[in-house]
């Protein structure tokens, strides 16, 4: 089967550092992704890591062990627009993306 | 513009009433996937194509769904006799073969009253 867990929600405060987890039972591993999701509108892509380590892109950084079948994402110097749901998926050996259920960052002032 | 784009955006339609919702992919991608979204939930795996292959729909979902890919280019998913239970987003998304990047479309977003 497949699974892909991370939290429902966190909140965190501008200017500061979240780090968002997401581990995976899947049916083989062709790679991990992160979206970003606001209210209302469509995923828009953040990050895709295949091989294990830090990969870093501004604000933000996703890491990966596949050998724990974890992953999370960092975001860094928070701003109030972060606030979105953020996705995990993950491509199986068929290729196939499942989606985990997503985490609600919420920003404070 | 060059993205993935979805027609209808919005549809209301009465319960038992068909509905199809086309998918325009970012020219040159073979793979195709369609999602469904409800409130609160991540996007779930309803079926996807390689070209005009579809490789895999999802046990989740009932015979009244129906997605082809007749050319390998635009998709199009039908509901038939369609539920309450249908409300949702319908997402599409395209990837070349690499696969490294999945883009999404809009969505089309379905209300059944």
């Known amino acids: 089967g497949q699974n892909i867990d991370q939290p429902t929600e966190m909140t965190a405060t501008e200017g500061a550092i979240v780090q968002i987890n997401c581990t995976y039972q899947?049916?083989?591993?062709?790679?991990l992704f992160w979206y970003q999701q606001h209210a209302g509108e469509a995923p828009t892509f953040l990050s895709y890591?295949?091989?294990?380590g830090l990969e870093e892109k501004g604000r933000f950084s996703s890491f990966l062990s596949r050998s724990k079948g974890y992953s999370y994402l960092l975001l860094k110097e928070l701003q109030m627009k972060d606030s979105a749901s953020y996705l995990c998926?993950?491509?199986?050996?068929?290729?196939?993306?499942?989606f985990g259920k997503g985490t609600r960052l919420h920003i404070l002032p | 513009d060059t993205g993935v784009s979805q027609d209808p955006r919005h549809k209301i339609t009465k319960r038992g009433q068909n509905v199809t919702f086309r998918c325009d992919p970012i020219?040159?991608?073979?793979?195709l996937y369609w999602y469904r979204q409800t409130l609160g939930q991540g996007p779930e795996f309803l079926t996807y194509?390689?070209?005009?292959?579809?490789?895999?729909k999802s046990r989740l979902l009932s015979d009244r769904f129906s997605a082809e890919r007749p050319k390998g280019s635009f998709s199009t998913l039908e509901i038939q006799r369609t539920e309450q239970g249908d409300s949702a987003m319908y997402l599409c998304?395209?990837?070349?073969?690499?696969?490294?990047?999945?883009?999404f479309g809009e969505g089309s977003w379905l209300t059944v009253v």
């Open positions: 998304a395209s990837s070349p073969d690499t696969g490294n990047t999945i883009y």
């Open positions: 899947t049916s083989g591993f062709n790679g």
């Open positions: 890591n295949v091989l294990d």
């Open positions: 998926a993950v491509r199986g050996r068929d290729d196939k993306i499942i």
């Open positions: 020219s040159e991608h073979n793979r």
């Open positions: 194509f390689q070209n005009e292959a579809q490789l895999e």
